[in-house]
């Protein structure tokens, strides 16, 4: 791996070759940017309870919190993406021009803030404290993945770094959609330090995808590879919500700060780099 320098910020570490910066947030300020980032407040077509667009904190010190926050007696968290997914969108309840609904039941999409297609994707990150109760993620998405059988036209979830439990991660790619379609590729598991500061990349290339943890190769996919632009995702999730018991917050196992517990994801840097030919 090369050193990669950004001004006044951690030092990015890139495969060899050259390579330009074409996005990036480095969360400087105290305010999230709009600009570059939305939330994913829904899922399967409608709000979803786990979700919130609140819990977010820029620091000042140039990173981004995302914290576990209560609604209604119950444990919720932040998603940040820069686009978003045409089966997430809730149902549009208005009619289309030929008065017949139920042939486009879909809501409106919503222009996506960055899409990206190759390139080296990489985010530099230190985990919350209890993966018990809340999981956090980097990965890029498309916006139509499952919508035709070949996954290289209609895209892919790369999960360039998953955090589940305390001390390990996971990293891989899913493809044909998450129904009886559903497959893995380059799925591995591996222990890290959790009270540290942590590298994770994704070279993704028209051939292959190799995903990278703290300068080394951990893993990597040569088949079913997204042609298709896709989106970026910085998520964490409630444990069990997809059971339908997303965890209560009368007896939190960290202490309540204002609206949010001290327990958090915190990312340091997002950034995109395209290889220069």
Known sequence: ?????????????LPEGEWKLVWHDEFDGTQLDQTKWGFRLNFWGKPFDA???QGIVLDGNSHVELHRTQRNGKYVSPQLQTGSNSFDIPKSGSENPWKQDEIWPLGILEPPKFVHRYGYYECRCKFQKDPATMWSAFWVQSPTI?????????????????CFATGTATTGNIFG?????????????????PGEWHYFGMDWQPD????????????????????????????????GYRG?????????????????????FIADFVRVFDRVE
């Open 1 to 13: 791996m090369k050193r990669y320098e950004v001004k006044d910020h951690e030092p990015s570490y």
């Open 51 to 53: 979700y919130t667009d």
């Open 146 to 162: 499952g919508a035709r059988f070949e996954p290289q036209w209609c895209g892919v979830e790369s999960d360039i770094m998953e």
């Open 177 to 193: 959609g998450y129904g009886q379609q559903f497959q893995n590729e380059g799925r591995v598991h591996y222990d890290l330090d």
């Open 208 to 239: 292959k995808y190799v995903f990278y943890y703290n300068g080394r190769e951990i893993s990597r996919c040569t088949e079913n590879i997204s042609q298709v632009p896709e989106f970026i995702l910085l998520t964490t999730e409630i444990q």
């Open 244 to 264: 339908g018991k997303a965890w209560e917050g009368k007896e939190p196992p960290y202490i309540i700060q204002g609206e949010f517990t001290d327990d958090c």
